[in-house]
């Protein structure tokens, strides 16, 4: 019999029994009022496990997730992976459609659900006869804490290696359909440790899930603070007030956050800040979009004790890089160097790599890496190299310190004339201007030049759309044939779960 070496395999729930027995009583998570211990967690997610197995769910077979941020999130998870199990989580602002297409594609035998949002999946559930759990309510299934009550609270202890499957999560679909990225224990457990080393969400430190768990982002960071012995408090839907509440009542230190939750921010009064004491707050990371400049610099003046890290990352590939508190001020518009364990490489059209100040296309190399595209070996085969470096699309720079820059998406390259037009810059010029709150700069069908060069607007409040001096504006700081040609004012900027621009959605007035 062969001997098996290299130690216990990486999974997602390790972290959180070793907590149970070595901080039971500590708290795992909050969620208002209710709050859960480590040794409760541990255990309501056995019961859970043991649970599903009762059901006749072996090892491998899929479990949708359809939540909010809630106390349950962290359980429901581990309890998923105790039995061997690949969670699918679902949007919440899911259309029935959706839902649909998801459940069918990942081929998912059972849903957990909060029973607010059963309307989602009902006609799906019922038509291809899907086994539920239901959260405060029981249209859909049995009731989630009488399963519970009557399951085992015993470890059922599903031996999983680390490189199978722990989820399965939906691309946010910016450039077409949504592909199932097949993501392992390893590309987790070892983000959760990394993610709890670099903003400071283990032992003794309580952090705040603000980004939706049901993306890939917002659920590594709000299950990592389970994982490495911290406390995560729930913010249950994006409210700036209720965000500085919930850092003032439970002490919040860390927070991750993107772009459009800062916007919301700025928009409060003064007397927002000074009536609140939000003093334990020392460590904010920004991803998902662009953290334009302006930006950034407001959120350093508002929140001076606080390290402030814009990270890049995709779904595939996880974290690629970090700019750390240290260059914060120094390097606007860089997203820093690669994170830990990471290798990037800038290629053009070639494949060849280029040199400092080149653009080029950014591929990485981590164990945060997919597993793959589910059921779709030429999507994976058309990002992946032979060596293993994985691309999701983005034109990047390299400056002679290692610095890294996103231009934008290759797939938002707007090409008039002949020439490379990068939305992404403009975009950060026109976040400099007072009347912009924020914008998305595209390419329209032009007879003469191919494309010719548009941007859709959000403005800041009381402020009127004035092409002439937007233009002279940009003028001064960008080549003409970057300047807009036309000027859309919009309400709002389509964006996906992750917070991210879905420019395909943008459409001209009618």
Not at 187 to 200: D, I, K, N, P, Q
Not at 445 to 459: I, R
């Amino acid at each position: 019999m062969a001997v098996q070496t290299g130690g216990a395999p990486l999974s997602i729930v390790s972290g959180l029994r070793e907590y149970a027995a070595a901080t039971p009583r500590a708290t795992a998570v909050i969620d208002g009022d209710r709050r859960l211990t480590f040794a409760q967690t541990h255990e309501r997610s056995s019961r859970l496990s043991q649970h599903l197995i009762s059901m006749g769910l072996t090892p491998g077979d899929r479990v949708a997730v359809l939540l909010g941020n809630r106390l349950e999130y962290p359980e429901v998870a581990a309890g998923i992976a105790k039995a061997g199990l690949v969670m699918v989580p679902l949007n919440p602002r899911l259309t029935p459609a959706e839902a649909a297409n998801i459940l069918e594609h990942s081929g998912a035998r059972i849903v957990v659900l909060d029973d607010a949002l059963a309307p989602i999946v009902a006609d799906v559930v019922n038509e291809r006869g899907l086994a539920c759990l239901s959260l405060d309510g029981s249209s859909l299934g049995k009731e989630y804490e009488d399963a519970l009550a009557s399951a085992s609270a015993i470890d059922p202890a599903v031996a999983v290696g680390e490189h199978d499957p722990f989820c399965i999560t939906y691309t946010s679909g910016t450039t077409g359909r949504p592909k199932g990225v097949v993501i392992s224990h390893r590309s987790r457990a070892l983000t959760f440790m990394m993610s709890a080393l670099e903003w400071g969400l283990a032992n003794g430190r309580v952090s705040a899930a603000v980004a939706p768990m049901y993306h890939g982002a917002g659920f590594a960071f709000g299950y990592a603070p389970v994982h490495t012995g911290g406390t995560v408090s729930m913010l249950n839907r994006w409210d700036p007030l209720a965000f500085l509440d919930l850092v003032e009542k439970d002490g919040v230190q860390s927070a991750f956050l993107v772009p459009t939750h800062a916007q919301g921010l700025r928009a409060l009064a003064d007397e927002a800040f000074a009536s609140r004491d939000l003093s334990s707050l020392d460590t904010l990371y920004f991803n998902a979009a662009a953290l334009p400049w302006e930006l950034k610099q407001w959120v350093m003046e508002r929140f001076p004790a606080c390290g402030v890290h814009e990270l890049y990352g995709s779904t595939e590939s996880g974290i690629i890089t970090n700019l750390r508190p240290v260059h914060m001020r120094e390097r606007p518009g860089s997203v820093g160097h690669p994170w830990y364990l990471t290798e990037v490489r800038l290629v053009d059209e070639a494949g060849c790599e280029v040199g400092p100040g080149e653009p080029g296309e950014l591929f990485s190399r981590s164990p945060y890496l997919m597993n793959g595209y589910l059921d779709d070996d030429e999507a994976t085969a058309a990002c992946t190299t032979e060596d293993g470096f994985v691309t999701c699309g983005d034109i990047a720079v390299r400056d002679a310190d290692g610095f890294i820059s996103i231009v934008d998406r290759k797939k938002d390259l707007i090409i008039s004339g002949g020439t490379n037009v990068y939305p992404r810059e403009i975009e950060e010029v026109l976040a400099g201007h007072a009347s912009v709150l924020e914008s998305a700069v595209v390419g329209e069908p032009d007879q003469t030049w191919g494309e010719t060069v548009v941007a859709h607007v959000v403005l800041a409040p009381g402020a009127t759309l004035d092409p002439e001096t937007l233009e002279e504006h940009c003028r001064a700081r960008l080549a003409g044939y970057k300047v807009p040609r036309r000027w859309y004012r919009a309400d709002a900027l389509p964006r996906n779960a992750g917070g991210k621009v879905v420019k395909r959605d943008l459409r001209p007035p009618a």
